[in-house]
């Protein structure tokens, strides 16, 4: 698999593709893009005993993570700095 910068891989997402550092330990991880697939969210703030529904999300970048699980992700220095970035088709 060809590797390429971070600058590569942000531009792949954003055109749909899966991407992942050559360099994590999980097996499995990968980041995508939110572009609009979730439109729409509901949540019950139930501590501050606000309920909102139908709020608009803004587009972000979620990860896979070795567990199966889906979290948001925020590129450290490290990430943005590497060259190890490969894309997932």
């Known amino acids: 698999m060809e590797k390429s910068n971070f600058g590569v891989a942000l531009e ?14 999980g097996k499995g991880m990968f980041l995508f893009y939110n ?5 729409t969210i509901s949540y019950k703030a139930v501590s501050e ?3 909102e529904n139908g709020l608009e ?6 990860m896979k993570t070795a567990d199966n699980k889906l ?4 590129a450290s220095q490290t990430d943005v700095l590497a060259e190890d970035w490969i894309i997932i088709n």
């Open 12 to 25: 792949a997402i954003k055109q749909g593709n899966k991407i992942a550092r050559e360099g994590w330990n």
């Open 35 to 39: 572009n609009g697939r979730l439109n």
């Open 49 to 51: 005993g606000i309920i």
């Open 57 to 62: 999300v803004a587009p972000f970048i979620l």
């Open 71 to 74: 979290v948001p992700w925020l």
